[in-house]
């Protein structure tokens, strides 16, 4: 049986309480780089190596400015907010596997520097929402979909090189294939379309249809015979007869006039 939307949707605290938790740890991270005057971006991915593959689990929460920090902290939030509302079942694991796959595919095929930040998993949750949103048909989640386009749409053209220096397109097209991949493997629920017309009802049979009826076996509609027309007995006739006729008997009375001489009005 196909569950109703409208459970699978449920505000929580833990739809605040997560991007929320998950924001406060990265900038906590920076302030403490900023404290102690040190730097943690030898955590970060470095590709092929096997020191540098510490940075899959730790890049995340890395950031190399105030700026960068600022640029992710934003959508993160949202994004991640959005991701437990709408796919409560499938978050967790797209947030954890989502860091630990798009990481590895960036340790794979980066250039030889250290990649970090949470853009990697930005570009995770976003190509999920949007891929997984259009294959649900559900109108909800497309329209979700739809909303991250208009919001984050211009995020596509920084998985190409050379588009802006200092970036890691390495990092975002990762993320991108690795949403994309996790939109395809983790299943949703089979969410129950609404029902407009008679013909979207899966039990609909065209045959037993009397619009339907209409047409023929070559498409072509056939007007409905003329109804008959209704017999008429000699009791209907009399019946009829009473409506037409007073009950009451009229009689009327007609005087005569004479013509009388010198003008004189007829009485």
Not at 189 to 209: L, M, R, V
Not at 226 to 236: H, K
Not at 243 to 248: I, R
Request: no cysteine; glycine share 6%; proline share 7%.
């Amino acid at each position: 049986m196909q569950p109703e939307p409208d459970n699978q949707f449920k505000f929580s605290p833990s739809v605040l309480a997560w991007p929320l938790l998950f924001t406060i740890i990265i900038w906590a991270v920076y302030w403490f780089e900023i404290k102690f005057k040190m730097s943690l971006s030898e955590f970060g991915i470095f590709p092929r190596t096997l020191k540098g593959m510490r940075g899959i689990v730790f890049s995340p929460f890395l950031h190399g400015s105030l700026e960068h920090l600022y640029n992710n902290s934003i959508p993160l939030f949202m994004l991640v907010a959005a991701l437990r509302y709408f796919y409560r079942k499938q978050a967790l694991e797209v947030i954890g596997f989502g860091i630990l796959v798009s990481g590895f595919f960036t340790w794979l095929i980066a250039r030889e520097s250290y990649h970090i930040g949470a853009s990697g998993l930005i570009y995770v949750l976003v190509a999920f929402m949007f891929f997984k949103g259009i294959q649900t048909q559900y109108y909800r989640l497309v329209a979700v979909s739809l909303l991250i386009i208009l919001l984050y749409g211009g995020m596509i053209w920084y998985v190409f090189p050379d588009v802006e220096e200092g970036i890691s397109w390495e990092g975002h097209l990762s993320g991108l294939i690795t949403g994309f991949l996790f939109s395809v493997f983790y299943k949703t629920p089979e969410y129950k379309k609404p029902i407009f017309y008679a013909w979207e009802d899966p039990e609909f049979d065209p045959q037993e249809d009397a619009f339907m009826k209409r047409f023929d076996e070559n498409g072509n509609f056939v007007n409905p015979p003329p109804p008959p027309e209704p017999e008429i007995t000699e009791e209907d006739k009399e019946a009829g007869a009473a409506n037409y006729y007073a009950p009451l008997r009229v009689i009327y009375n007609f005087r005569e006039t004479q013509n009388i001489d010198n003008d004189e009005e007829a009485v």
